[in-house]
């Protein structure tokens, strides 16, 4: 089956409309371009992403439906709070960002990851420039999981979880929606259905309803303070 895609200009950073997307791959919309802070935050806004693996060009995608997470109904498991009361496990915000990025790139085969070298410098550049956040779960002094994503107002995008421990991303996401909604958060996008978000209370909803969402959230303020350097929960 031959695809015919958009290529996206290195000179500006345009997006075609996000509705222009292709049924199958699903979600699939562009290719090109390149991964510079500007372009990706100007992808965000708009509910679109890059997802490739190595050797293949950068692929931009919003697909339909979209997985999301509504914070203010995500409830852990009895036996998560069990887990964590026993654990203690340490929780932070924006204290091991570029560590965090890189530990989740390197507890997947190379074979099987998407997040390359291009990637990791792409995101890492991100982080530095203030538009995406990493939550890390610490035994100790030890980074055991945790998760990262981009803010866009009073959304989250959520790009890869982590865990070298058990339950660690779990606790992660626990924490965060907490202290998400506490600063103004309304959705935590976390692009496409797979068992283990569903597992979590992920949901499914059209791509229409989200791009609609982002519209009226992306310019909205979070609280001050919400993506400070902080810890959310010490043992």
Same mark, same amino acid.
């Given at each position: ?30 290719? +090109?371009?390149?991964? $510079? %802070? *500007? ?7 708009? /509910?679109?992403?890059?997802?490739? !693996?190595? #050797? ?73 420039? +203030?538009?995406?956040? $990493? %939550? *890390? ?7 055991? /999981?945790?998760?990262?994503?981009? !803010?866009? #107002? ?82």
């Amino acid at each position: 089956m031959t695809i015919y895609l958009p290529e996206l200009s290195h000179s500006d950073t345009q997006f075609p409309d996000p509705k222009l997307a292709l049924a199958e791959p699903n979600g699939l919309l562009a290719f +090109g371009g390149d991964l $510079s %802070v *500007e372009r990706l935050r100007s992808a965000y806004r708009q /509910g679109i992403f890059p997802w490739y !693996s190595y #050797g293949e060009p950068i692929l931009w995608w919003s697909p339909s439906p979209r997985a999301v997470f509504v914070p203010d109904t995500f409830k852990p498991a009895k036996s998560l709070i069990k887990f964590q009361r026993k654990h203690q496990y340490q929780v932070t915000i924006n204290q091991a960002t570029e560590q965090l990025i890189q530990l989740c790139a390197d507890t997947r085969p190379d074979q099987e990851t998407w997040i390359t070298e291009e990637m990791l410098a792409a995101y890492k550049a991100f982080a530095r420039s +203030g538009h995406c956040h $990493s %939550v *890390e779960v610490w035994d100790g002094d030890d980074l055991i /999981g945790g998760l990262y994503g981009v !803010s866009v #107002g009073q959304v989250f995008c959520g790009e890869s979880m982590v865990s070298v421990k058990p339950n660690a991303s779990k606790i992660a996401l626990w924490y965060f929606c907490q202290h998400f909604i506490s600063h103004g958060g309304k959705l935590i996008d976390c692009q496409i259905m797979n068992p283990h978000l569903a597992s979590l209370g992920a949901i499914e909803i059209p791509r229409t309803t989200f791009q609609d969402y982002l519209l009226e959230s992306r310019d909205a303020s979070m609280t001050a303070g919400c993506y400070d350097s902080q810890q959310l929960c010490t043992s």
